[in-house]
């Protein structure tokens, strides 16, 4: 779990410390700390967030960043009875539980290394962070040279240089056609980017993107209100692309308590060939001008 510029942290002078976790190399869960540091659960949480928020602690674990994304990367409101009776009786439970999961310890500290070591590390860097190789340049060409990576016209409409590695070489020419699906928010996501001929959605939340190998099998927008699908109807792999549907029913985090769907190809959704692909997979209703799925 770690905050976007924590390379920079590590390539300041000095380590940002930590007031809340012990020196050494422990790790704590949540309840721990808690009885080590005194505060009450709502003030220690505020502490630990805005430390590691700083590059101080880390947890070993992601729920408890997935926790605050629904609160804006804010610590969520806790609520913890002090009442030891009730908590042995098993009502003393935090109500957000997945925020405090995991172990809290201290980030690592910079290590001191050679020009060498700092060589090896940028490259690391580059195998991380292809999508900003403007930055590391300079190691992205003596990779090449070495042979750790290659350049060339990976993907078409893209333009300036492109580096892979020789690991995504194979993969770009032994493609798995298995569907997937992603957000256009996504991290890996292209939406958004000033690619030529490249016809793509804005970069919204609400909107995600079902490919079956490279092409782009569905679109579908604020939450499934509005569908492009650019596969026929009895098209073997349509199941396993609405599973992207499946996913915002039944996701852990605040699933959706059902989906209505008005348009799906600039038609209405009711008059759509595809209902009856919906309807197979999800317990799905004609509400008039809408059709709406819900869990099965």
Request: with cysteine.
């Amino acid at each position: 779990m770690l905050h976007p510029v924590e390379i920079d942290l590590y390539l300041s002078e000095e380590s940002p410390q930590s007031t809340v976790i012990p020196p050494g190399e422990g790790r704590y869960s949540f309840d721990a700390l808690r009885r080590m540091t005194g505060p009450r659960s709502q003030t220690l949480h505020e502490k630990l967030w805005v430390e590691t928020w700083a590059g101080a602690v880390t947890n070993d674990t992601l729920s408890p960043l997935r926790a605050t994304i629904l609160p804006g990367y804010r610590p969520p409101k806790m609520q913890l009875s002090e009442n030891s009776r009730r908590r042995r009786r098993g009502q003393g439970r935090h109500e957000h539980s997945s925020a405090i999961t995991g172990r809290w310890h201290h980030t690592p500290d910079k290590i001191d290394s050679t020009p060498m070591e700092e060589e090896e590390l940028g490259k690391e860097r580059v195998k991380l962070l292809l999508g900003h190789w403007h930055r590391l340049f300079r190691s992205l060409r003596l990779m090449e040279l070495s042979g750790e990576v290659l350049s060339g016209p990976f993907y078409d409409n893209v333009r300036g240089l492109q580096f892979t590695t020789r690991e995504n070489v194979t993969l770009l020419q032994n493609r798995d056609a298995t569907p997937f699906w992603l957000n256009a928010c996504d991290p890996s996501s292209i939406c958004g980017l000033k690619c030529s001929n490249l016809k793509l959605p804005a970069r919204r939340r609400t909107t995600h993107l079902a490919y079956i190998d490279h092409r782009l099998a569905i679109v579908s927008r604020r939450s499934g209100r509005h569908l492009d699908i650019h596969i026929p109807p009895d098209d073997p792999q349509m199941e396993n692309c609405l599973a992207l549907f499946n996913h915002l029913l039944r996701r852990p985090l605040k699933p959706l308590k059902r989906i209505i769907i008005e348009s799906i190809n600039n038609e209405p959704a009711i008059d759509s060939a595809y209902v009856k692909a919906f309807e197979t997979l999800f317990h799905a209703h004609d509400e008039g001008t809408e059709f709406v799925l819900y869990r099965n």
